[in-house]
């Protein structure tokens, strides 16, 4: 076998790797359950205990922090399933990423000034309650109250891990003399499965698939041993799927491994760094880098040289994956585009645009196929009972949001004939894989609400 089709077989998941991920991530999200070791950070009861009816209204204000961006908003519930939103975007930029914790929750309360100039002022609403996403894992101690834990997406702030982050925000809003308090803190994951519960009741299941990737569920508490809060029946679990993945049961590439190695925190998010849109592009331009000096891609082109512009890490942004594979016509002329714009590579025959496209769709579809697999383990859970208890008995919604879904060419479709192979076609057929949108700040808004009106949801 050619040194480039062994290559691209590794990113092939049989169905014995996909059924070892599904019986693997079914042990870790039970242990996750119980465990009380610090260092496991999964299944995090997020002290919501209900979904939303969808008939809630009042006026709040979120923020959403993300990997790459910072969104805040005004959120007006309006009942019947329906909001209205206010919203400013600002990029958090690498110096903020990796300053100290004070410049970081000043510019928060920068961002979040500019958004009340605009909007609540006019609103005339004084009263001015917050709710949070926070799109890193957090150890929650009660609706509003979480300590950071380990961030990872290329964040190192320092001064703020193991700090409440209720505490973090609010001393930077009284440093801006902003009268905001902080009335939920919930996960991203948390936010897309509460907000598109609102609007779309059979929803059981959030997630993201962005510049990281992670779900929540709602579990039974009797379940959910390590939970010591107040009695509930129900809670809404944040599992940071991200954070599994042992090296027994991920079909890891040296290329997954050399990623792994060199990232801010070896050994942390294994899972995701094989899936997510911060990653997928550097799994491509390793493997590319290392079939251009095996002579086995651009020989003709390059010679084994690789070009300067395609040393730097990250240089191959997952967007440009987007681009190649929207392009499915049989010369793929898009790889064209993308290697002489972006790296000054020309005259690629039309052998080596075969390679990149079937590379990239292989990168991809792993990403779906290993994306399905968790899903495919969380609805054994979420659709009544323990793990391995036959599971999908009525329709069930899996709300996902973040760029890789939504832009991504067909990764809903990809997922879906996973799903359906792992799943069977009965039981696939009453899922349903619906894009969830502007869950950060409905969803904080939601909770804010409810949390505010007496307690957990
Ligand atoms: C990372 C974070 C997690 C978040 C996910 C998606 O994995 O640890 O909390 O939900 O990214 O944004």
Redesign the pocket.
Known sequence: MSFFQGTLNQFVLSKEQIQKIVDGMTEEFVEGLSTTDPKNITQQPSFITRLPTGQETGLYLAIDM??TNLRTAAVHLLGDGKVGVTMEKHEITQELKTGTGEAMFDWIADCTASLLKKVVIDMGNADLHMGVT????LHQTAVNRGKVLAM??GFDLSDVMGKDLKDLLETGFSRKNLPVTVSAII???VGTLVSHAYISPSTKIGV?L?????AAYIERASEVSKYNGPACEQMIL?T?W??MGKASYLPQTKYDKEIDAVSLVPGF?EF?KMV?GLYMGEIFRLVLVDLIEQKAIFESSLNGQVPEALRPAKAFKTLFMSTIESDSSADHKAVDKVFKTSFGVDSLTSEDRTKVFNLVHAIGQRSAAMTAAACATLLYKANGGSVHLDAVKEITTIGID?SVFEKYPQFSQKMMKELTKILGEDRASRVRLELARDGGSVGAALVAMISRNGGAM
């Open positions: 993300g990997g926070f799109s890193f894992a990872g997406k996960n991203d994951t993201i962005a510049t990281g990737t992670n944040n940071e991200d954070a998010q995701e997510s973040g």
